[in-house]
Every structure is written in C-alpha cells, then in structure tokens.
C-alpha cells in the first residue's frame, strides 16, 4: 500500500515496491510488503510428475525459482526471497546459462526494488 494513509501498525508508509493491499486487521504474519515476484523456469531439471485421478490424466511441472522483495513488519530491512517451486528434494540445480542470467536478472532486481 503506496497511500498516505497508515495502519495502526505502521509506522512508516510502505516503499515504492509494495504491492500488498495493506488493512489494519492484517494478521501479525501478513504484516509485510512484498514485491514482484520474479522467476526462471530450469529446463534441465525433472519435472514433478503430478497425477490427477479425478481426471485420470498426469503430467510434468517443471521446477522454478522464485525471487521476490519482502520487508516484513518490524524488521529493519527488506529481505530478498527465494525458494523452488514444484522441487521434490533439496539439493543443487542444474541451470543452463540463459537460465542462470534470467536468475540473476530476477534476483538483481528485486535487490534494486528492496533499495528503493
């Protein structure tokens, strides 16, 4: 929330790269901004093989990376997030180059946004 007007919690407005509709019955964990969400999808890697018995179809979901600006409430500086998505187990990634620039891309920018 951009706006002037604040929540009983908040003691400043949020930064210019928030884009959470602030309200004050908030809960205490929702009390954060976040920015865009930014990602790379990884070629390289297995899919997470989803079935769906109602349909009684399946089929593949590539793993991603997320990368986002957070600030949460009463923390003194924003945090850059990031976690896989549709990962089965933890490990390394394999990604190609054009992946990895496009992870780095996202990564920078939510940097820069949290900096602003």
């Not at 003691?11 to 964990?29: A, F, L, N, Q």
């Not at 009684?56 to 990031?82: C, M, N, S």
């Not at 089965?88 to 920018?109: H, K, Y």
Request: aromatic residues 8%.
């Amino acid at each position: 929330m951009r706006g002037e007007d604040l929540q009983f919690w908040q003691t400043e407005p949020c930064p210019p790269w928030c884009r959470v509709e602030h309200c004050s019955t908030d809960d205490y964990e929702d009390r954060s901004c976040e920015g865009e969400t930014r990602g790379v999808t990884l070629s390289l890697e297995q899919a997470l093989y989803v079935e769906n018995r109602d349909r009684r179809d399946a089929y593949g979901v590539p793993l991603h990376f997320d990368v986002t600006a957070q600030h949460r409430y009463r923390e003194a500086e924003p945090l850059v997030l990031i976690w896989t998505v549709h990962a089965t187990e933890s490990g390394p990634r394999r990604l190609t180059v054009d992946e990895a620039e496009g992870f780095a891309n996202a990564i920078l920018d939510a940097v820069k946004e949290a900096r602003s």
